[in-house]
């Protein structure tokens, strides 16, 4: 039996062997600008929460994705989609004078660039001007994008966030049109991943799992991420994203 309790899924934590934390760790050491993206349900806030125990040294400017207008009860507000990309030109303007002000300071958010292509570009072309008006700036940044990305199979099962109101599932039912809701992720998790081989901003893949386990359930990185920037493409070790049962505390503990 799956666990989708949301005291449950504010438990789980990223779980990584020694070789695999060095991998992230050198990663977010050397980059100022930390994007975690992909589709509803692949695990970004589990991740995001990892990658900020991570940073606990730095001055982390650490932004949810409602935070930066992609939470999913913003898309029904009329006009969003504009509002979406002058807010995010505003935004990168913010981060490059922050981080070459501050040498410490590293930002964190959940969900940018390649959700708005998804959702934003794909729908509204004539934003398109503006929007690579953004990538230019994000391009002169030291930044890395991690795309968290599921298995086709398990997309409708971990996008049900059982855990929201009423208002998600209506939500999944007007959007989803003809094709439906998980066809729709499906598309925006290959649009995000061909944007992100196109943009020449530095990114991992990572791909994950959601397996059922005795007690609860686990979230399992299933594959090598590998790092992207030109030409170059160097391959990790294996990582994992399991459930942890132990106090936060603890985990902090171990891991550092």
Known sequence: MLVNDKSVRRTQLLSLQDRDSDFLEKIASE???LIVEGISGSGKDIFQTYLKKKLESRNVYDYSE????????????????????KFMKLFVTYMRDTVRRDENAVFLLNRFHLSTYASTIV??????????????????????????QLHENEIEKRSLHPERSGAWQKF???????????????????????????????YSVIKVSYEP??????VRISEAPSIVSGDVRINSANAKMSRIKRRLRQVVRRDN
């Open 66 to 85: 409602g935070e930066v207008l992609h939470s999913w009860n913003q898309l029904q507000i009329e006009g969003i989609f504009a509002l979406r990309i």
């Open 31 to 33: 980059s100022r600008v």
């Open 123 to 148: 729908q509204q072309p004539k934003l398109e001007r503006e929007y690579n008006e953004i990538l230019n700036v994000l391009r002169t940044l030291p930044v890395h994008v991690f795309i968290l």
């Open 172 to 202: 999944q039912q007007q959007i989803g049109g003809k094709d439906g809701f998980r066809d729709r992720l499906e598309r925006q998790q290959r649009l995000i991943i061909e944007a992100a081989k196109r943009q020449q901003i530095p």
């Open 213 to 218: 386990e005795i007690g609860g359930g686990q």
